[in-house]
Nanobody, 123 residues
C-alpha cells in the first residue's frame, strides 16, 4: 500500500520554527484532503490541521491556531505544515494522512499513514 511520508522534524528551542513536508504519489488524487496529526509521548494521537484539495479549505486545532499554517505545492506534490512559535508541548511524532471525508478530524477516516517525523521542542 502506498504511504504518505512526513519529513522535516528535528530538535529546536521554544519560539523557533520548523516546516514539515508531506509527500507521496497519493497526493495527486483529486477530491482528497490531507491532515496532519501528532502523538506526544504517553498521549493519544490528535488532529492538528486539515487542507482540502477541492477548495483549499484549511482548518486548525485550537492549540496551534495562529502558529501553524498548512499549505500545498501542487507542482511538487507536497503538503507543508509551517510551525512557528513552537512550544515544548508541541513535542510529538507528526504524521500526515489522506482522507476522502471533507474536513475530517477523525483519524479513523484517514489512510496511507507513514512513519511520522519527530519534532522536539526544548524549553
Amino acid at each position: 500500500e502506498v504511504q504518505l511520508q512526513a519529513s522535516g522534524g528535528g530538535l529546536v528551542q521554544a519560539g523557533e520554527s520548523l516546516r514539515l513536508s508531506c509527500s507521496g504519489s497519493t497526493l495527486t488524487l483529486e477530491g482528497r484532503g490531507i491532515g496532519w496529526f501528532r502523538q506526544a509521548p504517553g498521549k493519544e494521537r490528535e488532529w492538528v490541521s486539515y487542507r482540502g484539495s477541492r477548495d483549499g479549505t484549511r482548518t486548525y486545532a485550537d492549540s496551534v491556531m495562529g502558529r501553524f499554517t498548512i499549505s500545498e505545492d501542487v507542482d511538487e506534490n507536497t503538503v507543508y505544515l509551517q510551525m512557528n512559535s513552537l512550544k515544548p508541548e508541541d513535542t510529538a511524532l507528526y504524521y500526515c494522512a489522506l482522507t476522502w471525508q471533507y474536513g475530517s478530524q477523525r483519524q479513523e477516516e484517514y489512510h496511507y499513514w507513514g512513519q511520522g517525523t519527530l519534532v522536539t521542542v526544548s524549553s
